[in-house]
């Protein structure tokens, strides 16, 4: 099978398009996946820089999202058959999704939903159950509830926008006033232009300095200091983003917030909730461009460069 190959950690040039042997089964509970579609995640960019190599052992195929049709299945697999479209996230340290065929173990696969394109599905999985432990697990948004999102144009901005929604919230974000009008197509209540206009400035005045209940922070920088400006009394902030510099928390003890640290998740029974929100077409995934995946190099340059002609909307898919 075609599949992928990282022989060395660096930047996009790592990526080698190889022929590799496709997997067996080898274990009664696991199934054979032929891979539709994958996607690009900011995951896949830190594991081939070598931010988890002592998670991984070179040569590494990466890749966190699969949606494709089952071929084989193992001896005691019961509830899945050949011919199942499937979507979910490939286990961490483990072979990823940036090949042809994908061995997994029943236990992680969710049904694929039908409304959606094999595309669009790729692009759900780890965004999905990632989404579901910010807002739902550890902000534990209510309905009524202000959030602001910073960061709404990427892949967890435009679907936390839309689950927000979904969950009876007014929702505040941060984009470039080029992507508003998509923006508030998704459920955006209110979108502040970052580059011109302080986001910290803007909450105050839009919520007569109450501030917002939760901040959901996909960008990083100083937010963990900042944030908490803009937060109201017993907020919460959730971050999926690194922390490379120390943070002062001074006005977080004040608003007597609390802070949620998250790793990318891998649920199925979190992707479980992102499904039937799509079903009910209440979500839709959001795709920024389609690349064959002999075209990878371009579609991790595309996620990675912070000088694009075209801002960045939604996911970026590799289709196979």
Do not use: C
């Not at 050949?82 to 979910?88: A, I, N, S, T």
């Amino acid at each position: 099978m075609k599949a992928i190959v990282i022989k060395n950690y660096g930047g996009p040039e790592v990526l080698q398009l190889e022929k590799v042997p496709t997997p067996l089964i080898t274990d009664p509970s696991q199934v054979l996946v032929k891979v539709k579609a994958t996607s690009v995640n900011p995951l896949d960019y830190q594991v081939i820089r070598g931010d988890y190599e002592a998670f991984f052992d070179l040569p590494i195929i990466t890749g966190h999202d699969v949606s494709g049709e089952i071929i084989a299945v193992g001896d005691a697999v019961k509830n899945w058959q050949p011919g199942d479209k499937v979507y979910y996230s490939p286990r961490f340290g483990g072979t990823g999704s940036y090949a042809e065929y994908h061995l997994t173990d029943q236990s992680s696969l969710s049904r694929m939903p039908d409304n959606l394109s094999y595309e669009e599905a790729a692009s759900v999985p780890l965004i999905g159950g990632t989404v579901w432990e910010m807002l739902v697990v550890r902000a534990q948004l209510k309905k009524g509830e202000t959030i602001l999102i910073l960061g709404g144009a990427g892949g967890i901005g435009t679907l936390a926008i839309q689950v927000a929604k979904s969950l009876g919230a007014f929702v505040y974000t941060t984009g470039q006033s080029i992507l508003h009008e998509k923006l508030q197509n998704l459920g955006a209540d209110v979108v502040i232009d970052h580059h011109q206009k302080n986001y910290i400035q803007e909450i105050q005045a839009h919520t007569e300095g109450r501030g917002v209940d939760v901040i959901i922070d996909t960008i990083g920088g100083s937010t963990l200091s900042d944030g908490p400006l803009a937060l109201a009394g017993y907020g919460r902030i959730v971050t999926l983003v690194d922390i490379p510099q120390p943070q002062n928390l001074i006005h977080a003890w004040e608003k007597n917030a609390t802070y949620h640290f998250v790793f990318t998740r891998q649920s199925r029974d979190e992707l479980h909730h992102i499904t039937q929100l799509i079903e009910a077409g209440k979500v839709k995934p959001i795709i920024d461009t389609i690349y064959p995946i002999e075209d990878v190099k371009n579609a991790h340059q595309r996620l990675q460069d912070t000088k694009r002609e075209r801002p960045l909307f939604g996911k970026i898919v590799l289709s196979l």
